[in-house]
């Protein structure tokens, strides 16, 4: 079992960053694929980025490459997502998953746990 918990979210103007943090319970979490995911009420849950277990293998969704970075640290059983360049369209709750499998970070997006998100909002 593993238990996530996210955190760093909050209101910023364009152009702005933040950073959150999707800590875990759970002895394997080290052994685990990590995603950050987000969505909207009325619209479907949409990546964001990915990391393996290693932390050696990234994804990125297209709309946020270049801007966005995710890095995990298994000594402190965190994984980052570091949000540059915020824009407008990037307002969401993020929500950070995890699976032993490759899936829940590319091709089906497929997880089996998740934190409860946490929410950004980027506005002038």
């Known amino acids: 079992q593993v238990q996530l918990v996210e955190s760093g979210g909050d209101s910023v103007q364009p152009g702005g960053s933040l950073r959150l943090s999707c800590t875990a319970s759970?002895?394997?979490?080290?052994?685990?694929?990590v995603g950050w995911f987000r969505q909207a009420p009325g619209k479907e849950r949409e990546f964001v980025a990915g990391?393996?277990?290693?932390?050696?293998?990234?994804f990125y969704a297209d709309s946020v490459k270049g801007r966005f970075t995710i890095s995990r640290d298994n000594a402190k059983k965190t994984v980052y997502l570091q949000m540059n360049s915020l824009k407008p369209e990037d307002t969401d709750v993020y929500y950070c998953?995890?699976?032993?499998?490759?899936?829940?970070?590319?091709?089906?997006?497929?997880?089996?746990?998740w934190g409860q998100g946490t929410q950004v909002t980027v506005s002038s």
């Open positions: 998953a995890a699976d032993a499998r490759l899936r829940c970070v590319t091709g089906s997006y497929e997880c089996d746990y």
């Open positions: 759970g002895r394997t979490f080290s052994s685990y694929y």
């Open positions: 990391i393996t277990w290693s932390g050696g293998g990234t």
